[in-house]
Protein backbone atom coordinates (compact mmCIF):
# COMPACT_ATOMS: atom_id res chain seq x y z
CA UNK A 1 0.00 0.00 0.00
CA UNK A 2 1.00 3.56 -0.74
CA UNK A 3 -0.84 6.18 1.21
CA UNK A 4 0.64 9.03 0.20
CA UNK A 5 -0.71 8.62 -3.28
CA UNK A 6 -3.98 8.97 -1.52
CA UNK A 7 -3.15 11.92 0.75
CA UNK A 8 -5.12 15.01 -0.64
CA UNK A 9 -6.48 17.40 1.39
CA UNK A 10 -10.22 16.82 1.30
CA UNK A 11 -12.77 19.26 2.94
CA UNK A 12 -14.42 16.05 5.14
CA UNK A 13 -10.69 16.22 6.97
CA UNK A 14 -10.31 19.92 7.45
CA UNK A 15 -13.40 19.86 9.44
CA UNK A 16 -11.71 17.06 11.41
CA UNK A 17 -8.96 19.01 12.18
CA UNK A 18 -11.17 21.57 13.08
CA UNK A 19 -13.78 19.23 15.75
CA UNK A 20 -10.78 17.85 16.97
CA UNK A 21 -9.13 21.47 18.06
CA UNK A 22 -5.90 21.41 16.15
CA UNK A 23 -6.02 23.77 12.46
CA UNK A 24 -5.80 22.30 9.25
CA UNK A 25 -3.11 20.86 8.06
CA UNK A 26 -0.60 22.24 6.41
CA UNK A 27 -0.71 21.35 2.30
CA UNK A 28 2.62 19.56 2.68
CA UNK A 29 1.60 17.93 6.21
CA UNK A 30 0.04 14.09 6.30
CA UNK A 31 -3.82 13.94 7.19
CA UNK A 32 -6.50 11.44 7.73
CA UNK A 33 -8.77 10.61 4.63
CA UNK A 34 -12.32 9.89 5.47
CA UNK A 35 -15.27 8.39 3.05
CA UNK A 36 -18.84 8.11 3.74
CA UNK A 37 -18.41 9.36 7.03
CA UNK A 38 -15.26 6.75 8.35
CA UNK A 39 -11.67 7.55 8.56
CA UNK A 40 -9.95 5.40 5.65
CA UNK A 41 -6.72 2.93 5.87
CA UNK A 42 -4.04 5.00 4.34
CA UNK A 43 -1.35 4.26 6.69
CA UNK A 44 1.27 1.57 6.63
CA UNK A 45 1.09 -1.10 9.41
CA UNK A 46 4.48 -2.33 8.24
CA UNK A 47 6.04 1.17 8.31
CA UNK A 48 4.41 1.85 11.88
CA UNK A 49 6.88 3.91 14.59
CA UNK A 50 7.34 1.50 17.51
CA UNK A 51 8.94 3.08 20.63
CA UNK A 52 8.85 2.53 24.55
CA UNK A 53 8.43 5.38 27.13
CA UNK A 54 8.56 5.04 30.72
CA UNK A 55 6.15 7.11 32.03
CA UNK A 56 5.97 8.55 35.85
CA UNK A 57 2.91 8.43 38.15
CA UNK A 58 3.09 11.35 39.77
CA UNK A 59 2.22 11.30 43.49
CA UNK A 60 2.27 7.39 43.65
CA UNK A 61 4.53 5.40 45.67
CA UNK A 62 2.64 2.11 45.80
CA UNK A 63 6.23 0.20 46.42
CA UNK A 64 7.18 2.62 49.28
CA UNK A 65 11.00 2.99 48.32
CA UNK A 66 10.45 6.94 48.02
CA UNK A 67 10.06 7.26 44.20
CA UNK A 68 7.12 8.56 42.54
CA UNK A 69 5.92 4.51 40.38
CA UNK A 70 6.60 4.34 36.67
CA UNK A 71 4.81 2.15 34.20
CA UNK A 72 5.82 1.11 30.58
CA UNK A 73 4.09 2.28 27.61
CA UNK A 74 4.29 0.23 24.36
CA UNK A 75 3.13 2.70 21.74
CA UNK A 76 2.87 1.84 17.63
CA UNK A 77 2.15 4.93 15.78
CA UNK A 78 1.99 6.03 11.31
CA UNK A 79 4.91 6.44 10.39
CA UNK A 80 3.34 10.39 9.29
CA UNK A 81 3.44 10.94 12.97
CA UNK A 82 6.86 11.97 12.08
CA UNK A 83 5.71 14.38 9.48
CA UNK A 84 3.51 16.03 11.24
CA UNK A 85 0.39 13.83 11.71
CA UNK A 86 -1.27 13.91 15.05
CA UNK A 87 -3.26 11.50 15.83
CA UNK A 88 -5.38 9.96 18.96
CA UNK A 89 -4.53 6.93 20.79
CA UNK A 90 -6.33 3.40 21.30
CA UNK A 91 -5.07 2.43 24.77
CA UNK A 92 -5.05 -0.78 26.31
CA UNK A 93 -3.61 -1.12 30.18
CA UNK A 94 -3.15 -4.60 31.26
CA UNK A 95 -1.38 -6.26 34.38
CA UNK A 96 -0.95 -9.69 32.14
CA UNK A 97 1.79 -8.17 29.60
CA UNK A 98 4.37 -10.64 31.10
CA UNK A 99 4.06 -14.04 32.40
CA UNK A 100 1.69 -14.55 35.65
CA UNK A 101 2.99 -16.67 38.57
CA UNK A 102 1.83 -19.98 39.77
CA UNK A 103 -0.09 -19.12 43.07
CA UNK A 104 -1.78 -21.41 45.61
CA UNK A 105 -5.61 -20.15 45.80
CA UNK A 106 -7.62 -19.90 49.42
CA UNK A 107 -9.42 -22.96 51.09
CA UNK A 108 -12.62 -23.37 50.55
CA UNK A 109 -13.73 -26.16 52.45
CA UNK A 110 -14.11 -24.52 55.88
CA UNK A 111 -14.65 -25.33 59.70
CA UNK A 112 -18.12 -24.05 61.44
CA UNK A 113 -16.47 -20.71 62.34
CA UNK A 114 -15.39 -20.15 58.76
CA UNK A 115 -11.84 -20.89 59.53
CA UNK A 116 -9.92 -22.56 56.66
CA UNK A 117 -9.11 -26.50 55.87
CA UNK A 118 -6.22 -27.05 53.80
CA UNK A 119 -5.94 -25.61 50.00
CA UNK A 120 -5.78 -27.63 47.12
CA UNK A 121 -6.02 -25.63 43.96
CA UNK A 122 -4.12 -22.77 42.74
CA UNK A 123 -4.00 -19.72 39.86
CA UNK A 124 -1.95 -21.11 37.35
CA UNK A 125 0.85 -19.09 35.28
CA UNK A 126 -0.39 -18.19 31.86
CA UNK A 127 2.23 -17.17 28.54
CA UNK A 128 2.67 -13.28 28.28
CA UNK A 129 0.73 -12.31 24.90
CA UNK A 130 3.01 -10.46 22.56
CA UNK A 131 2.76 -6.80 21.88
CA UNK A 132 0.81 -5.56 19.31
CA UNK A 133 -1.22 -9.02 18.92
CA UNK A 134 -4.65 -8.43 19.22
CA UNK A 135 -6.73 -6.97 16.14
CA UNK A 136 -6.07 -2.87 17.25
CA UNK A 137 -2.91 -2.23 14.69
CA UNK A 138 -4.26 -4.14 11.92
CA UNK A 139 -7.47 -2.21 11.85
CA UNK A 140 -6.99 1.03 13.39
CA UNK A 141 -3.51 1.94 13.02
CA UNK A 142 -4.17 2.34 9.12
CA UNK A 143 -7.22 4.37 9.58
CA UNK A 144 -4.84 6.84 11.80
CA UNK A 145 -4.67 6.00 15.07
CA UNK A 146 -2.09 5.14 17.29
CA UNK A 147 -1.97 2.23 19.56
CA UNK A 148 -0.41 2.33 23.41
CA UNK A 149 0.15 -0.72 25.39
CA UNK A 150 0.34 0.70 29.58
CA UNK A 151 1.96 -1.96 31.96
CA UNK A 152 0.25 -1.83 34.86
CA UNK A 153 1.99 -0.83 38.21
CA UNK A 154 3.51 -3.85 39.39
CA UNK A 155 3.95 -6.08 36.12
CA UNK A 156 6.62 -6.50 33.52
CA UNK A 157 8.87 -3.64 33.40
CA UNK A 158 6.90 -1.35 35.73
CA UNK A 159 7.81 -0.63 39.15
CA UNK A 160 5.26 -0.26 41.87
CA UNK A 161 3.31 -2.94 43.44
CA UNK A 162 -0.14 -4.13 42.03
CA UNK A 163 -2.90 -4.71 44.53
CA UNK A 164 -5.72 -5.19 42.82
CA UNK A 165 -7.79 -2.57 41.45
CA UNK A 166 -6.94 -0.17 44.05
CA UNK A 167 -6.11 3.53 42.85
CA UNK A 168 -2.64 3.94 42.69
CA UNK A 169 -3.60 0.70 39.62
CA UNK A 170 -5.72 3.44 38.17
CA UNK A 171 -2.85 6.15 38.20
CA UNK A 172 -0.79 4.50 36.09
CA UNK A 173 -2.80 4.58 32.48
CA UNK A 174 -4.10 7.81 33.60
CA UNK A 175 -0.74 9.09 34.06
CA UNK A 176 -0.37 8.09 30.62
CA UNK A 177 -3.37 9.79 29.48
CA UNK A 178 -1.67 12.82 30.91
CA UNK A 179 1.71 11.96 29.13
CA UNK A 180 -0.20 12.03 26.21
CA UNK A 181 -1.40 15.38 26.51
CA UNK A 182 1.77 17.18 27.94
CA UNK A 183 0.85 16.85 31.86
CA UNK A 184 2.97 14.30 32.81
CA UNK A 185 6.76 13.09 32.06
CA UNK A 186 8.02 10.54 30.12
CA UNK A 187 11.57 9.23 29.37
CA UNK A 188 13.17 6.41 27.05
CA UNK A 189 15.34 3.65 28.73
CA UNK A 190 18.45 5.74 28.84
CA UNK A 191 16.00 8.59 30.97
CA UNK A 192 16.10 11.11 28.47
CA UNK A 193 12.61 12.81 28.51
CA UNK A 194 9.88 11.90 25.57
CA UNK A 195 7.28 14.48 24.55
CA UNK A 196 3.93 13.13 23.44
CA UNK A 197 3.95 15.61 20.24
CA UNK A 198 2.53 13.66 17.76
CA UNK A 199 -0.61 12.86 20.18
CA UNK A 200 -3.90 14.84 20.05
CA UNK A 201 -4.50 14.27 23.37
CA UNK A 202 -7.66 12.12 22.59
CA UNK A 203 -7.72 8.52 23.90
CA UNK A 204 -10.21 5.93 24.24
CA UNK A 205 -9.58 2.70 26.49
CA UNK A 206 -10.41 -0.48 25.03
CA UNK A 207 -10.16 -3.96 26.99
CA UNK A 208 -11.68 -7.33 28.23
CA UNK A 209 -11.70 -8.18 31.35
CA UNK A 210 -8.96 -6.94 34.10
CA UNK A 211 -7.81 -5.10 30.75
CA UNK A 212 -11.80 -3.80 30.07
CA UNK A 213 -11.89 -2.44 34.61
CA UNK A 214 -9.40 -0.33 33.91
CA UNK A 215 -10.97 1.85 31.23
CA UNK A 216 -14.05 2.00 34.03
CA UNK A 217 -11.28 2.75 36.55
CA UNK A 218 -9.35 5.71 35.08
CA UNK A 219 -12.90 6.73 33.69
CA UNK A 220 -13.83 7.38 37.10
CA UNK A 221 -11.22 10.06 37.70
CA UNK A 222 -12.46 12.12 35.00
CA UNK A 223 -9.12 12.61 33.55
CA UNK A 224 -8.97 15.14 30.78
CA UNK A 225 -8.21 13.45 27.62
CA UNK A 226 -10.18 10.18 27.98
CA UNK A 227 -12.86 10.51 24.98
CA UNK A 228 -14.30 7.36 25.50
CA UNK A 229 -14.04 3.76 27.32
CA UNK A 230 -15.04 0.64 25.67
CA UNK A 231 -14.82 -1.99 28.68
CA UNK A 232 -15.55 -6.12 27.43
CA UNK A 233 -16.15 -8.40 30.57
CA UNK A 234 -15.03 -5.35 33.07
CA UNK A 235 -15.59 -5.01 36.82
CA UNK A 236 -17.29 -2.26 38.10
CA UNK A 237 -16.82 -2.89 41.76
CA UNK A 238 -14.39 -5.27 43.15
CA UNK A 239 -16.65 -6.70 46.21
CA UNK A 240 -18.67 -7.68 43.58
CA UNK A 241 -16.25 -9.82 42.08
CA UNK A 242 -15.27 -11.68 45.22
CA UNK A 243 -18.17 -11.39 47.41
CA UNK A 244 -22.05 -11.11 47.16
CA UNK A 245 -24.02 -9.58 49.51
CA UNK A 246 -22.07 -10.46 52.70
CA UNK A 247 -20.50 -13.82 51.80
CA UNK A 248 -17.37 -14.83 50.17
CA UNK A 249 -17.89 -15.86 46.00
CA UNK A 250 -15.93 -17.36 43.68
CA UNK A 251 -15.16 -15.80 40.22
CA UNK A 252 -16.69 -18.23 38.21
CA UNK A 253 -14.44 -21.81 37.64
CA UNK A 254 -11.83 -20.19 40.09
CA UNK A 255 -12.72 -21.17 43.79
CA UNK A 256 -10.72 -20.01 46.67
CA UNK A 257 -9.03 -16.65 43.93
CA UNK A 258 -9.53 -13.28 46.04
CA UNK A 259 -7.36 -10.06 45.62
CA UNK A 260 -4.55 -11.04 47.49
CA UNK A 261 -4.03 -14.48 45.05
CA UNK A 262 -4.66 -11.93 41.94
CA UNK A 263 -2.35 -9.63 42.99
CA UNK A 264 0.26 -12.49 43.47
CA UNK A 265 -0.05 -13.58 40.43
CA UNK A 266 0.25 -10.11 38.37
CA UNK A 267 3.55 -9.85 40.55
CA UNK A 268 5.78 -9.88 37.39
CA UNK A 269 8.16 -6.42 38.40
CA UNK A 270 11.76 -7.68 39.07
CA UNK A 271 12.17 -7.88 42.84
CA UNK A 272 8.79 -7.87 43.20
CA UNK A 273 8.71 -10.31 46.22
CA UNK A 274 11.19 -8.20 47.97
CA UNK A 275 9.48 -4.81 46.86
CA UNK A 276 5.87 -5.66 47.47
CA UNK A 277 5.78 -8.33 50.10
CA UNK A 278 4.11 -6.30 53.13
CA UNK A 279 2.01 -4.30 50.43
CA UNK A 280 0.48 -7.67 49.17
CA UNK A 281 0.38 -9.45 53.07
CA UNK A 282 -1.92 -6.13 53.83
CA UNK A 283 -4.47 -7.30 51.31
CA UNK A 284 -4.43 -10.92 52.71
CA UNK A 285 -5.17 -9.63 56.16
CA UNK A 286 -7.48 -7.03 54.78
CA UNK A 287 -10.20 -8.31 52.77
CA UNK A 288 -11.79 -10.55 55.09
CA UNK A 289 -12.48 -14.15 53.92
CA UNK A 290 -14.20 -14.83 57.83
CA UNK A 291 -17.70 -12.51 57.60
CA UNK A 292 -17.49 -11.17 53.74
CA UNK A 293 -18.60 -7.72 55.31
CA UNK A 294 -18.29 -4.76 52.60
CA UNK A 295 -15.68 -2.16 54.41
CA UNK A 296 -13.23 0.64 53.29
CA UNK A 297 -11.19 -1.38 51.68
CA UNK A 298 -14.21 -2.65 49.22
CA UNK A 299 -15.13 1.26 49.26
CA UNK A 300 -11.83 1.92 47.18
CA UNK A 301 -12.54 -0.54 44.35
CA UNK A 302 -15.55 0.44 43.61
CA UNK A 303 -15.53 2.72 40.99
CA UNK A 304 -19.67 3.32 40.70
CA UNK A 305 -19.20 5.66 43.93
CA UNK A 306 -17.65 8.23 41.51
CA UNK A 307 -19.74 7.56 38.36
CA UNK A 308 -20.35 11.01 38.79
CA UNK A 309 -17.04 12.12 37.52
CA UNK A 310 -17.11 9.98 34.12
CA UNK A 311 -16.59 12.24 31.34
CA UNK A 312 -15.58 9.58 28.61
CA UNK A 313 -18.65 8.28 26.90
CA UNK A 314 -18.89 4.22 27.17
CA UNK A 315 -19.20 0.91 25.06
CA UNK A 316 -20.49 -1.71 27.36
CA UNK A 317 -20.17 -5.04 26.73
CA UNK A 318 -20.54 -8.19 28.30
CA UNK A 319 -21.64 -12.06 27.78
CA UNK A 320 -25.01 -13.21 29.68
CA UNK A 321 -23.00 -16.23 30.44
CA UNK A 322 -20.58 -15.11 32.14
CA UNK A 323 -19.63 -16.23 35.68
CA UNK A 324 -16.66 -15.43 36.11
CA UNK A 325 -17.13 -11.45 36.00
CA UNK A 326 -21.21 -11.60 36.57
CA UNK A 327 -23.16 -9.51 35.25
CA UNK A 328 -23.92 -7.73 38.00
CA UNK A 329 -20.52 -6.00 37.30
CA UNK A 330 -22.07 -4.67 33.84
CA UNK A 331 -25.45 -4.08 35.04
CA UNK A 332 -25.05 -1.64 37.88
CA UNK A 333 -22.55 0.27 35.73
CA UNK A 334 -24.48 0.76 33.04
CA UNK A 335 -28.11 2.13 35.79
CA UNK A 336 -25.50 4.17 37.12
CA UNK A 337 -24.27 5.66 33.68
CA UNK A 338 -27.65 5.83 32.63
CA UNK A 339 -28.75 8.30 35.96
CA UNK A 340 -26.05 10.63 35.32
CA UNK A 341 -26.91 10.65 30.92
CA UNK A 342 -23.86 9.64 30.44
CA UNK A 343 -23.34 9.00 25.94
CA UNK A 344 -23.36 5.10 26.17
CA UNK A 345 -23.98 1.81 23.99
CA UNK A 346 -24.17 -1.47 25.42
CA UNK A 347 -23.89 -5.06 23.70
CA UNK A 348 -25.09 -8.06 25.21
CA UNK A 349 -24.27 -11.80 24.26
CA UNK A 350 -25.18 -15.41 25.05
CA UNK A 351 -21.25 -15.80 25.10
CA UNK A 352 -19.05 -16.46 28.70
CA UNK A 353 -15.89 -14.19 29.72
CA UNK A 354 -15.14 -13.37 25.90
CA UNK A 355 -14.40 -10.49 23.35
CA UNK A 356 -17.17 -9.89 21.05
CA UNK A 357 -14.44 -9.96 18.02
CA UNK A 358 -14.59 -13.64 18.75
CA UNK A 359 -18.09 -13.90 18.14
CA UNK A 360 -19.51 -10.99 15.71
CA UNK A 361 -16.20 -9.98 13.94
CA UNK A 362 -17.77 -7.91 11.29
CA UNK A 363 -20.28 -5.97 12.54
CA UNK A 364 -18.01 -5.35 15.79
CA UNK A 365 -15.06 -3.94 13.83
CA UNK A 366 -18.14 -2.02 12.27
CA UNK A 367 -19.88 -0.45 15.20
CA UNK A 368 -16.27 0.10 16.81
CA UNK A 369 -14.84 1.97 13.98
CA UNK A 370 -18.03 3.71 14.28
CA UNK A 371 -17.88 4.32 17.26
CA UNK A 372 -13.86 5.75 17.52
CA UNK A 373 -14.31 7.79 15.38
CA UNK A 374 -17.07 9.51 16.53
CA UNK A 375 -15.38 10.14 19.86
CA UNK A 376 -11.90 10.43 18.95
CA UNK A 377 -12.36 12.25 15.65
CA UNK A 378 -15.28 13.89 16.12
CA UNK A 379 -16.45 12.39 13.05
CA UNK A 380 -20.57 12.64 12.75
CA UNK A 381 -20.33 8.42 12.06
CA UNK A 382 -23.99 7.82 12.40
CA UNK A 383 -22.85 5.63 15.39
CA UNK A 384 -24.95 7.58 17.97
CA UNK A 385 -28.33 7.14 16.01
CA UNK A 386 -28.17 3.58 15.88
CA UNK A 387 -30.16 1.67 18.53
CA UNK A 388 -28.39 1.95 22.19
CA UNK A 389 -28.42 -1.36 22.79
CA UNK A 390 -27.41 -4.77 21.32
CA UNK A 391 -28.57 -7.89 22.51
CA UNK A 392 -27.97 -11.48 21.69
CA UNK A 393 -31.09 -13.47 22.47
CA UNK A 394 -30.02 -17.15 21.53
CA UNK A 395 -26.66 -18.29 19.53
CA UNK A 396 -26.62 -16.10 16.48
CA UNK A 397 -29.92 -14.69 16.94
CA UNK A 398 -29.29 -10.41 17.71
CA UNK A 399 -31.50 -7.78 18.17
CA UNK A 400 -31.07 -3.85 18.35
CA UNK A 401 -33.48 -2.40 21.37
CA UNK A 402 -33.79 1.28 22.10
CA UNK A 403 -32.44 0.73 25.75
CA UNK A 404 -31.33 -1.56 28.31
CA UNK A 405 -33.26 -3.23 30.18
CA UNK A 406 -35.68 -3.52 26.94
CA UNK A 407 -38.29 -0.91 27.06
CA UNK A 408 -41.90 -2.15 28.52
CA UNK A 409 -40.61 -4.34 31.60
CA UNK A 410 -42.09 -4.26 34.11
CA UNK A 411 -42.07 -6.43 37.54
CA UNK A 412 -43.86 -9.55 37.95
CA UNK A 413 -44.01 -11.47 41.59
CA UNK A 414 -44.32 -15.11 41.80
CA UNK A 415 -45.12 -17.14 44.57
CA UNK A 416 -44.20 -20.46 45.46
CA UNK A 417 -47.08 -22.72 46.66
CA UNK A 418 -48.31 -26.32 47.48
CA UNK A 419 -47.27 -29.06 45.71
CA UNK A 420 -44.08 -27.31 44.99
CA UNK A 421 -45.95 -24.62 42.31
CA UNK A 422 -44.91 -21.10 41.07
CA UNK A 423 -47.89 -19.03 40.45
CA UNK A 424 -49.00 -15.59 39.60
CA UNK A 425 -51.54 -15.12 42.47
CA UNK A 426 -50.20 -15.22 46.31
CA UNK A 427 -51.02 -18.33 47.71
CA UNK A 428 -52.51 -18.79 51.46
CA UNK A 429 -49.51 -19.51 54.19
CA UNK A 430 -49.21 -23.08 53.72
CA UNK A 431 -46.71 -25.98 55.42
CA UNK A 432 -43.48 -24.97 55.96
CA UNK A 433 -41.06 -26.63 54.29
CA UNK A 434 -37.49 -27.62 55.35
CA UNK A 435 -33.72 -28.69 53.65
CA UNK A 436 -30.32 -29.37 54.65
CA UNK A 437 -27.76 -28.16 53.64
CA UNK A 438 -24.56 -30.20 51.99
CA UNK A 439 -21.28 -29.59 50.27
CA UNK A 440 -20.67 -32.52 48.17
CA UNK A 441 -23.60 -31.96 44.78
CA UNK A 442 -23.25 -28.83 42.78
CA UNK A 443 -26.22 -26.54 42.24
CA UNK A 444 -26.39 -28.65 38.71
CA UNK A 445 -26.64 -31.77 40.36
CA UNK A 446 -29.49 -30.31 42.80
CA UNK A 447 -31.66 -28.49 39.79
CA UNK A 448 -31.28 -32.01 38.09
CA UNK A 449 -33.07 -33.95 41.12
CA UNK A 450 -36.44 -35.26 40.47
CA UNK A 451 -39.00 -35.43 43.16
CA UNK A 452 -39.18 -34.08 46.51
CA UNK A 453 -35.14 -33.77 47.69
CA UNK A 454 -33.78 -33.23 50.95
CA UNK A 455 -30.98 -30.63 50.03
CA UNK A 456 -33.12 -28.19 47.85
CA UNK A 457 -36.81 -26.80 48.02
CA UNK A 458 -37.93 -26.26 44.33
CA UNK A 459 -40.72 -24.62 42.88
CA UNK A 460 -42.33 -24.77 39.11
CA UNK A 461 -44.78 -23.19 36.90
CA UNK A 462 -46.94 -25.21 34.64
CA UNK A 463 -45.89 -25.18 30.84
CA UNK A 464 -45.54 -21.76 29.72
CA UNK A 465 -48.91 -21.00 27.10
CA UNK A 466 -46.39 -18.35 26.26
CA UNK A 467 -42.75 -16.75 25.59
CA UNK A 468 -41.70 -14.94 28.70
CA UNK A 469 -38.62 -12.72 28.74
CA UNK A 470 -37.13 -11.15 31.08
CA UNK A 471 -34.83 -8.06 31.33
CA UNK A 472 -32.88 -6.96 34.35
CA UNK A 473 -32.06 -7.39 37.72
CA UNK A 474 -34.96 -10.73 39.22
CA UNK A 475 -34.86 -10.73 43.21
CA UNK A 476 -36.41 -13.33 45.56
CA UNK A 477 -37.43 -12.92 48.83
CA UNK A 478 -38.09 -15.66 51.80
CA UNK A 479 -39.18 -16.27 54.68
CA UNK A 480 -37.42 -18.65 56.66
CA UNK A 481 -35.51 -19.93 59.82
CA UNK A 482 -31.89 -21.32 60.29
CA UNK A 483 -30.60 -23.87 62.67
CA UNK A 484 -28.54 -26.51 63.75
CA UNK A 485 -25.43 -25.52 61.66
CA UNK A 486 -22.60 -23.12 60.59
CA UNK A 487 -23.60 -22.39 56.53
CA UNK A 488 -24.54 -18.74 56.42
CA UNK A 489 -25.56 -18.99 53.09
CA UNK A 490 -28.75 -18.70 50.91
CA UNK A 491 -28.52 -19.47 47.24
CA UNK A 492 -31.66 -18.92 45.09
CA UNK A 493 -31.31 -20.21 41.34
CA UNK A 494 -33.49 -19.14 38.50
CA UNK A 495 -34.10 -22.18 36.07
CA UNK A 496 -35.34 -22.66 32.43
CA UNK A 497 -36.87 -26.28 32.17
CA UNK A 498 -37.37 -27.25 28.67
CA UNK A 499 -35.26 -29.18 26.32
CA UNK A 500 -33.80 -26.74 24.20
CA UNK A 501 -30.85 -26.03 21.70
CA UNK A 502 -28.44 -23.92 23.68
CA UNK A 503 -25.38 -22.26 23.82
CA UNK A 504 -22.41 -24.44 25.61
CA UNK A 505 -19.98 -21.99 26.32
CA UNK A 506 -17.34 -22.60 23.32
CA UNK A 507 -16.54 -20.94 20.12
CA UNK A 508 -16.90 -23.39 16.94
CA UNK A 509 -14.76 -22.19 13.40
CA UNK A 510 -16.97 -21.99 10.41
CA UNK A 511 -13.96 -22.54 8.36
CA UNK A 512 -14.32 -18.88 6.75
CA UNK A 513 -11.14 -16.77 6.88
CA UNK A 514 -12.17 -13.24 7.15
CA UNK A 515 -9.11 -10.33 6.77
CA UNK A 516 -10.06 -7.68 8.36
CA UNK A 517 -6.96 -5.84 8.34
CA UNK A 518 -3.21 -5.12 7.00
CA UNK A 519 -0.72 -8.04 8.06
CA UNK A 520 2.39 -8.07 9.28
CA UNK A 521 4.79 -10.80 9.43
CA UNK A 522 3.50 -13.22 12.00
CA UNK A 523 0.54 -11.34 12.20
CA UNK A 524 -1.75 -11.62 9.10
CA UNK A 525 -4.55 -9.45 10.25
CA UNK A 526 -7.10 -12.35 9.49
CA UNK A 527 -9.04 -14.17 11.73
CA UNK A 528 -10.60 -17.92 10.93
CA UNK A 529 -14.59 -16.80 12.02
CA UNK A 530 -16.85 -18.02 14.81
CA UNK A 531 -19.83 -18.51 16.09
CA UNK A 532 -20.99 -20.27 19.71
CA UNK A 533 -21.22 -23.57 20.38
CA UNK A 534 -24.44 -25.13 21.03
CA UNK A 535 -26.10 -28.21 23.39
CA UNK A 536 -29.40 -29.63 23.31
CA UNK A 537 -30.12 -29.91 27.28
CA UNK A 538 -32.82 -30.11 29.54
CA UNK A 539 -32.71 -27.22 31.61
CA UNK A 540 -30.30 -24.22 32.11
CA UNK A 541 -29.99 -22.03 35.23
CA UNK A 542 -30.50 -18.71 34.21
CA UNK A 543 -29.45 -16.88 36.61
CA UNK A 544 -28.25 -17.16 40.60
CA UNK A 545 -28.32 -14.96 43.32
CA UNK A 546 -25.97 -15.08 47.13
CA UNK A 547 -27.14 -13.97 50.22
CA UNK A 548 -24.88 -14.16 53.77
CA UNK A 549 -27.84 -14.38 56.39
CA UNK A 550 -25.81 -12.77 58.57
CA UNK A 551 -25.72 -9.88 56.21
CA UNK A 552 -29.54 -9.76 55.68
CA UNK A 553 -29.59 -5.91 56.34
CA UNK A 554 -26.66 -4.49 54.84
CA UNK A 555 -23.39 -6.10 53.45
CA UNK A 556 -20.91 -4.09 55.37
CA UNK A 557 -22.19 -5.44 58.66
CA UNK A 558 -22.89 -9.11 60.15
CA UNK A 559 -25.57 -9.17 62.61
CA UNK A 560 -26.01 -12.78 64.53
CA UNK A 561 -29.32 -14.99 63.59
CA UNK A 562 -31.62 -16.23 66.35
CA UNK A 563 -32.03 -20.42 65.96
CA UNK A 564 -35.43 -21.50 64.91
CA UNK A 565 -36.32 -17.70 64.34
CA UNK A 566 -37.94 -16.01 61.37
CA UNK A 567 -36.58 -13.97 59.52
CA UNK A 568 -37.56 -12.66 55.89
CA UNK A 569 -34.23 -12.27 53.65
CA UNK A 570 -34.08 -10.34 50.17
CA UNK A 571 -31.24 -10.09 48.10
CA UNK A 572 -30.79 -9.48 44.23
CA UNK A 573 -30.21 -12.21 41.11
CA UNK A 574 -27.13 -11.83 38.54
CA UNK A 575 -29.23 -9.31 36.20
CA UNK A 576 -30.30 -11.38 32.70
CA UNK A 577 -31.70 -10.79 29.56
CA UNK A 578 -33.29 -14.26 28.92
CA UNK A 579 -36.49 -15.61 26.95
CA UNK A 580 -37.87 -18.66 28.32
CA UNK A 581 -40.19 -20.27 25.80
CA UNK A 582 -43.68 -20.97 25.50
CA UNK A 583 -44.39 -24.90 26.87
CA UNK A 584 -41.21 -25.03 28.96
CA UNK A 585 -41.57 -24.08 33.30
CA UNK A 586 -40.25 -21.67 35.07
CA UNK A 587 -38.32 -22.97 37.99
CA UNK A 588 -37.11 -21.69 41.75
CA UNK A 589 -35.11 -23.73 43.18
CA UNK A 590 -33.56 -22.45 47.18
CA UNK A 591 -30.41 -24.05 48.35
CA UNK A 592 -27.39 -22.86 50.77
CA UNK A 593 -23.96 -23.95 49.70
CA UNK A 594 -23.51 -23.05 46.31
CA UNK A 595 -20.37 -25.94 45.82
CA UNK A 596 -18.63 -24.14 42.37
CA UNK A 597 -19.06 -20.43 44.20
CA UNK A 598 -19.37 -20.05 48.36
CA UNK A 599 -17.38 -21.18 50.69
CA UNK A 600 -18.28 -24.86 52.10
CA UNK A 601 -18.99 -24.95 55.48
CA UNK A 602 -19.54 -28.45 57.77
CA UNK A 603 -23.09 -30.06 56.53
CA UNK A 604 -25.86 -30.20 58.18
CA UNK A 605 -27.64 -26.72 58.73
CA UNK A 606 -31.17 -26.83 58.60
CA UNK A 607 -33.64 -23.99 56.79
CA UNK A 608 -37.61 -23.92 57.06
CA UNK A 609 -38.94 -21.85 53.84
CA UNK A 610 -42.90 -20.65 54.37
CA UNK A 611 -43.74 -20.44 50.82
CA UNK A 612 -46.40 -18.95 51.24
CA UNK A 613 -44.82 -15.68 52.37
CA UNK A 614 -41.97 -16.20 49.91
CA UNK A 615 -41.80 -14.44 46.59
CA UNK A 616 -39.74 -14.14 43.30
CA UNK A 617 -39.86 -10.75 41.48
CA UNK A 618 -39.11 -10.86 37.80
CA UNK A 619 -38.25 -7.82 35.04
CA UNK A 620 -40.88 -9.14 32.70
CA UNK A 621 -40.74 -7.75 29.28
CA UNK A 622 -44.43 -6.79 27.87
CA UNK A 623 -45.06 -6.11 23.97
CA UNK A 624 -42.56 -7.24 21.68
CA UNK A 625 -40.34 -9.81 22.87
CA UNK A 626 -37.67 -9.96 20.41
Known sequence: M?????????????????????????????????????????????????????????????????????????????KETEQGLKVPVIMEASPYYAPGNDVANHPVDVDENGVPLPALSALS??????????????????????????????????????????????????????????????????????????????VGMIGVSYNGTLPNAVAATGVEGLETIVPIAAISSWYDYYRANGGVLAPGGYQGEDLDVLAK???????????????????????????????????????VNDVRKVKASVFLVHGLNDWNVKTKQFAQWWYALAKQNVPRKIWLHQGTHMSPFNLRTAEWLRQLHGWFDQWLYGIDSGIMREPQADVEIAAGQWAQHAS???????????????????????????AAETFTDQKVRTAEQLVEATGADPNRLAYTTGSLPADVRISGTPTVSVRASIKDGASPYLTALLVDYGT???????????????????????????????????????????????????????????????????????????????LFKKGHRLGLVIISTDYDYTLRYPPGTKITVSPGQSSLRLPVVFGKLL
Open 125 to 202: ARSAAEPFDSYYDNYFLPRGYAIALVENVGSARATGCPTSGDRNETAGPKAAIDWLNGRAKGFDAAGNPIEATWSTGK
Open 2 to 78: HPWRALAVPLAALLVAGLCGAPPAAADTPTIRIEDNATQPVFSRADAVRQTVYVEVEGTDSDRDGANDRVAVDILRP
Open 265 to 303: YVLTRQNGQEACGAVIDEITQTQDRITGDYSRFWDDRNY
Open 404 to 430: WPLPRTATVPLHPGPGSTLGLLPRPRT
Open 500 to 578: DVRPNGTLVSTGQNYCYGQGVPGDTGCTTLRTLGTATTPYKIVTRGWLDVRNRHRADRTEPLRAGKEYTFTWDFQPTDY
